[in-house]
T-cell receptor, first 115, second 111 residues
Protein backbone atom coordinates (compact mmCIF):
# COMPACT_ATOMS: atom_id res chain seq x y z
CA UNK A 1 0.00 0.00 0.00
CA UNK A 2 1.64 3.22 -1.16
CA UNK A 3 -0.88 5.52 0.45
CA UNK A 4 -0.65 7.55 3.66
CA UNK A 5 0.30 5.30 6.54
CA UNK A 6 -0.48 5.94 10.21
CA UNK A 7 0.78 4.10 13.26
CA UNK A 8 -0.45 2.82 15.57
CA UNK A 9 -3.97 2.16 14.34
CA UNK A 10 -5.30 2.00 17.89
CA UNK A 11 -3.96 3.34 21.17
CA UNK A 12 -5.45 2.99 24.64
CA UNK A 13 -3.81 5.05 27.32
CA UNK A 14 -4.44 6.14 30.87
CA UNK A 15 -5.31 9.72 31.61
CA UNK A 16 -2.20 11.75 32.24
CA UNK A 17 0.09 9.67 30.03
CA UNK A 18 1.83 10.97 26.93
CA UNK A 19 1.19 9.46 23.52
CA UNK A 20 2.84 9.87 20.13
CA UNK A 21 1.42 9.04 16.73
CA UNK A 22 3.28 8.75 13.46
CA UNK A 23 2.24 9.58 9.92
CA UNK A 24 4.11 8.60 6.77
CA UNK A 25 2.79 10.59 3.81
CA UNK A 26 2.88 9.63 0.16
CA UNK A 27 6.55 9.93 -0.71
CA UNK A 28 6.57 12.90 -3.10
CA UNK A 29 3.97 14.90 -1.15
CA UNK A 30 5.31 18.04 0.48
CA UNK A 31 2.18 18.99 2.42
CA UNK A 32 1.04 17.09 5.47
CA UNK A 33 -2.07 17.73 7.56
CA UNK A 34 -3.39 16.52 10.89
CA UNK A 35 -7.10 16.35 11.65
CA UNK A 36 -9.07 15.13 14.63
CA UNK A 37 -12.44 13.44 14.38
CA UNK A 38 -14.69 12.84 17.37
CA UNK A 39 -17.81 10.71 17.36
CA UNK A 40 -20.58 12.16 15.23
CA UNK A 41 -18.43 14.94 13.87
CA UNK A 42 -16.54 15.55 10.68
CA UNK A 43 -12.76 15.85 10.73
CA UNK A 44 -11.47 19.07 12.32
CA UNK A 45 -8.24 20.66 11.16
CA UNK A 46 -5.39 20.70 13.67
CA UNK A 47 -2.26 21.73 11.80
CA UNK A 48 -0.36 21.45 8.55
CA UNK A 49 3.20 21.38 7.28
CA UNK A 50 4.77 22.35 4.02
CA UNK A 51 7.98 20.36 3.96
CA UNK A 52 9.36 20.72 7.49
CA UNK A 53 7.72 24.06 8.23
CA UNK A 54 4.58 24.09 10.35
CA UNK A 55 2.54 26.78 8.62
CA UNK A 56 -0.76 26.81 10.47
CA UNK A 57 -2.13 25.62 13.80
CA UNK A 58 -5.74 25.49 14.86
CA UNK A 59 -6.94 26.84 18.19
CA UNK A 60 -7.91 23.23 18.87
CA UNK A 61 -4.21 22.47 19.19
CA UNK A 62 -3.65 23.25 22.86
CA UNK A 63 -0.18 23.53 24.37
CA UNK A 64 -0.38 19.84 25.29
CA UNK A 65 -0.24 19.01 21.60
CA UNK A 66 2.89 19.23 19.49
CA UNK A 67 3.53 18.15 15.94
CA UNK A 68 6.79 17.83 14.10
CA UNK A 69 8.00 16.98 10.66
CA UNK A 70 11.76 17.12 11.13
CA UNK A 71 13.00 16.19 7.68
CA UNK A 72 9.96 17.03 5.67
CA UNK A 73 8.98 13.39 5.38
CA UNK A 74 7.15 11.62 8.21
CA UNK A 75 5.40 13.53 10.98
CA UNK A 76 4.67 12.87 14.62
CA UNK A 77 1.85 14.20 16.76
CA UNK A 78 2.42 14.08 20.51
CA UNK A 79 -0.19 14.65 23.16
CA UNK A 80 1.11 15.25 26.67
CA UNK A 81 -0.89 14.62 29.86
CA UNK A 82 -3.77 13.09 27.95
CA UNK A 83 -7.33 13.85 29.01
CA UNK A 84 -10.51 11.91 28.33
CA UNK A 85 -11.57 14.64 25.92
CA UNK A 86 -8.61 13.76 23.73
CA UNK A 87 -10.27 10.46 22.81
CA UNK A 88 -10.81 10.68 19.07
CA UNK A 89 -9.64 9.48 15.69
CA UNK A 90 -6.54 11.34 14.57
CA UNK A 91 -6.26 11.56 10.80
CA UNK A 92 -3.27 12.45 8.70
CA UNK A 93 -3.42 13.56 5.08
CA UNK A 94 -0.88 14.57 2.49
CA UNK A 95 -0.88 16.43 -0.79
CA UNK A 96 1.48 17.85 -3.36
CA UNK A 97 1.55 21.61 -3.37
CA UNK A 98 1.31 22.99 -6.87
CA UNK A 99 -0.14 26.02 -8.60
CA UNK A 100 -3.28 24.09 -9.38
CA UNK A 101 -5.31 22.28 -6.76
CA UNK A 102 -4.22 18.79 -5.85
CA UNK A 103 -6.11 16.28 -3.80
CA UNK A 104 -5.31 15.53 -0.17
CA UNK A 105 -5.06 11.79 0.51
CA UNK A 106 -6.01 10.54 3.95
CA UNK A 107 -4.58 7.80 6.09
CA UNK A 108 -6.72 5.32 7.97
CA UNK A 109 -6.24 7.15 11.22
CA UNK A 110 -5.13 6.41 14.76
CA UNK A 111 -7.95 5.84 17.19
CA UNK A 112 -7.03 7.11 20.66
CA UNK A 113 -8.95 6.05 23.74
CA UNK A 114 -8.08 7.72 27.03
CA UNK A 115 -9.32 5.80 30.06
CA UNK B 1 -16.38 32.16 10.04
CA UNK B 2 -16.21 29.20 7.72
CA UNK B 3 -18.88 26.63 8.34
CA UNK B 4 -20.30 23.63 6.51
CA UNK B 5 -23.74 22.33 7.43
CA UNK B 6 -25.11 18.95 6.51
CA UNK B 7 -28.63 18.95 7.90
CA UNK B 8 -29.26 15.22 7.60
CA UNK B 9 -27.34 12.89 9.87
CA UNK B 10 -28.97 9.83 8.31
CA UNK B 11 -30.52 9.25 4.91
CA UNK B 12 -32.11 6.03 3.79
CA UNK B 13 -33.34 5.28 0.27
CA UNK B 14 -34.18 2.24 -1.79
CA UNK B 15 -32.02 0.99 -4.62
CA UNK B 16 -32.87 2.76 -7.84
CA UNK B 17 -34.35 5.79 -6.12
CA UNK B 18 -32.87 9.26 -6.54
CA UNK B 19 -30.74 10.55 -3.71
CA UNK B 20 -29.78 14.06 -2.66
CA UNK B 21 -27.41 14.82 0.19
CA UNK B 22 -27.65 18.41 1.27
CA UNK B 23 -24.76 20.72 2.04
CA UNK B 24 -24.82 24.42 2.86
CA UNK B 25 -21.80 26.53 3.57
CA UNK B 26 -20.89 29.83 5.10
CA UNK B 27 -17.85 31.64 3.72
CA UNK B 28 -17.29 35.23 2.73
CA UNK B 29 -14.92 34.59 -0.17
CA UNK B 30 -14.94 32.20 -3.11
CA UNK B 31 -14.64 28.74 -1.66
CA UNK B 32 -13.66 25.47 -3.16
CA UNK B 33 -16.19 22.79 -2.30
CA UNK B 34 -15.69 19.05 -2.13
CA UNK B 35 -17.51 15.89 -1.30
CA UNK B 36 -15.57 13.18 0.53
CA UNK B 37 -16.82 9.63 1.06
CA UNK B 38 -15.90 6.99 3.60
CA UNK B 39 -17.00 3.45 2.87
CA UNK B 40 -17.16 0.95 5.72
CA UNK B 41 -13.68 0.20 7.11
CA UNK B 42 -11.99 2.35 4.47
CA UNK B 43 -10.22 5.66 4.58
CA UNK B 44 -11.73 8.99 3.73
CA UNK B 45 -11.41 9.69 0.02
CA UNK B 46 -12.32 12.45 -2.35
CA UNK B 47 -15.49 11.85 -4.35
CA UNK B 48 -15.69 15.04 -6.33
CA UNK B 49 -14.91 18.76 -6.30
CA UNK B 50 -16.98 21.57 -7.70
CA UNK B 51 -14.30 23.07 -9.86
CA UNK B 52 -13.89 19.95 -11.98
CA UNK B 53 -17.62 19.65 -12.76
CA UNK B 54 -17.16 15.89 -13.05
CA UNK B 55 -19.61 13.09 -12.50
CA UNK B 56 -18.05 10.40 -10.33
CA UNK B 57 -19.83 7.06 -9.80
CA UNK B 58 -22.95 8.75 -11.12
CA UNK B 59 -22.82 11.53 -8.52
CA UNK B 60 -22.89 15.21 -9.41
CA UNK B 61 -22.86 18.35 -7.32
CA UNK B 62 -23.54 21.91 -8.39
CA UNK B 63 -22.28 24.92 -6.52
CA UNK B 64 -25.10 27.43 -6.01
CA UNK B 65 -23.51 30.61 -4.73
CA UNK B 66 -26.85 32.35 -4.30
CA UNK B 67 -28.11 29.67 -1.95
CA UNK B 68 -24.60 28.84 -0.66
CA UNK B 69 -25.30 25.20 -1.32
CA UNK B 70 -23.41 22.26 -2.81
CA UNK B 71 -25.86 19.38 -2.76
CA UNK B 72 -24.77 15.94 -3.92
CA UNK B 73 -27.14 14.10 -6.24
CA UNK B 74 -27.46 10.76 -7.93
CA UNK B 75 -30.48 9.81 -10.03
CA UNK B 76 -30.43 6.08 -9.26
CA UNK B 77 -28.85 4.96 -5.99
CA UNK B 78 -26.99 1.66 -5.75
CA UNK B 79 -26.38 -0.48 -2.68
CA UNK B 80 -22.64 0.13 -2.98
CA UNK B 81 -23.29 3.84 -2.47
CA UNK B 82 -23.99 3.16 1.20
CA UNK B 83 -21.34 5.13 3.07
CA UNK B 84 -20.62 8.21 5.12
CA UNK B 85 -20.52 11.40 3.03
CA UNK B 86 -18.81 14.60 4.10
CA UNK B 87 -19.10 17.96 2.45
CA UNK B 88 -15.98 20.09 2.82
CA UNK B 89 -14.84 23.60 2.07
CA UNK B 90 -11.35 24.88 1.36
CA UNK B 91 -11.05 28.56 2.25
CA UNK B 92 -8.18 29.26 -0.14
CA UNK B 93 -7.98 29.24 -3.87
CA UNK B 94 -5.76 26.69 -5.52
CA UNK B 95 -4.81 24.46 -2.60
CA UNK B 96 -6.22 22.50 0.28
CA UNK B 97 -4.30 24.27 3.03
CA UNK B 98 -7.06 23.09 5.28
CA UNK B 99 -10.49 21.65 4.84
CA UNK B 100 -13.54 22.56 6.88
CA UNK B 101 -15.84 19.54 7.05
CA UNK B 102 -19.51 19.14 7.79
CA UNK B 103 -20.64 16.56 10.31
CA UNK B 104 -21.46 14.06 7.61
CA UNK B 105 -24.49 12.20 6.35
CA UNK B 106 -24.75 8.44 6.58
CA UNK B 107 -26.40 7.14 3.44
CA UNK B 108 -27.99 3.72 3.47
CA UNK B 109 -29.27 2.27 0.21
CA UNK B 110 -31.66 -0.57 0.87
CA UNK B 111 -32.20 -3.44 -1.59
Amino acid sequence: DTGVSQNPRHKITKRGQNVTFRCDPISEHNRLYWYRQTLGQGPEFLTYFQNEAQLEKSRLLSDRFSAERPKGSFSTLEIQRTEQGDSAMYLCASSLSQVVWTEAFFGQGTRLTVV
Amino acid sequence: AQRVTQPEKLLSVFKGAPVELKCNYSYSGSPELFWYVQYSRQRLQLLLRHISRESIKGFTADLNKGETSFHLKKPFAQEEDSAMYYCALAPSQGGSEKLVFGKGTKLTVNP
